[in-house]
T-cell receptor, first 115, second 109 residues
Framework: DVKVTQSSRYLVKRTGEKVFLECVQD?????MFWYRQDPGLGLRLIYF???????EKGDIPEGYSVSREKKERFSLILESASTNQTSMYLC??????????????FGAGTRLSVL | RKEVEQDPGPFNVPEGATVAFNCTYS??????FFWYRQDCRKEPKLLMS???SGNEDGRFTAQLNRASQYISLLIRDSKLSDSATYLC??????????FGTGTSLTVIP
C-alpha cells in the first residue's frame, strides 16, 4: 500500500510566523504535490515537484515555497503566515507517466489555522 | 470558465437508488480522467480511473465522452456507505491535475 504521511493533522500558528509542512511518501514516486482545499473552491495546486530539487509553480504559489532535497520528502513553507492561508493542506504523490501511472495518492491532510 | 466543473449537489437519494454525476472539462487535449471519493474531513481516495471505452467496477460505472468533454459516474443500488463527496479529476497537462469542487451525495435509509 502506498503511504503518504503528513507531519501534522492540525496546526495553529500566528500571523507572521514561518510554517513548515512536511510530507513523506514511501513508494519511490517521482512526483509530489501540494494542494490546498477550501470550501466551494475545491483542491488547488500550490506547487509540484517531478524530481529531487525540481519544482514547478501551480495555480496559487504566492506566499508559499517548497523544498525537495530527497525523493521521498516534499516540504511546503509559508514564509510569513497570513490569515488567508488558513486552510486544509493536502500532499500527494504519483508515479511519472500517463494514464493509470499518474494516479495520485494523498496524505491525511494538515488543517492549518492562522490567527 | 473553470477547468473542471461539477454540480455540487447535494444529491439526497434513498438506499437502492441509482444516481449519476457528470463533470465537464475545458481542455480537449486532456489525457487522463479519474473519480475520487472524499469522506468528511478525510483525504481524497481514488474510486476509479475513467477509460475511453467506459469501465465498470461493481456498482460503479464511469464513462468518458471526449466529443462533449465530460465524464460521468453512475452508482447503482446505492448504499448508506456511498455517502461522500465525489471529485472529478482531469489530467490536462503533464503532471498537472485539475479537480472539480466535488458533488455531495447522501444516501438516506
Amino acid at each position: 500500500d502506498v503511504k503518504v504521511t503528513q507531519s501534522s493533522r492540525y496546526l495553529v500558528k500566528r500571523t507572521g510566523e514561518k510554517v513548515f509542512l512536511e510530507c513523506v511518501q514511501d513508494m519511490d514516486h517521482e512526483n509530489m504535490f501540494w494542494y490546498r482545499q477550501d470550501p466551494g473552491l475545491g483542491l488547488r495546486l500550490i506547487y509540484f515537484s517531478y524530481d529531487v530539487k525540481m519544482k514547478e509553480k501551480g495555480d496559487i504559489p504566492e506566499g508559499y515555497s517548497v523544498s525537495r532535497e530527497k525523493k521521498e520528502r516534499f516540504s511546503l513553507i509559508l514564509e510569513s503566515a497570513s490569515t488567508n492561508q488558513t486552510s486544509m493542506y493536502l500532499c500527494a504523490s504519483s508515479l511519472s507517466g500517463a494514464g493509470s501511472k499518474n494516479i495520485q495518492y494523498f496524505g491525511a491532510g494538515t488543517r492549518l489555522s492562522v490567527l | 470558465r473553470k477547468e473542471v466543473e461539477q454540480d455540487p449537489g447535494p444529491f439526497n437519494v434513498p438506499e437502492g437508488a441509482t444516481v449519476a454525476f457528470n463533470c465537464t472539462y475545458s481542455n480537449s487535449a486532456s489525457q487522463s480522467f479519474f473519480w475520487y471519493r472524499q469522506d468528511c474531513r478525510k483525504e481524497p481516495k481514488l474510486l476509479m480511473s475513467v477509460y475511453s471505452s467506459g469501465n465498470e467496477d461493481g456498482r460503479f460505472t464511469a464513462q468518458l465522452n471526449r466529443a462533449s468533454q465530460y465524464i460521468s459516474l453512475l452508482i447503482r443500488d446505492s448504499k448508506l456507505s456511498d455517502s461522500a463527496t465525489y471529485l472529478c479529476v482531469v489530467n490536462m497537462r503533464p503532471n498537472q491535475f485539475y479537480f472539480g469542487t466535488g458533488t455531495s451525495l447522501t444516501v438516506i435509509p
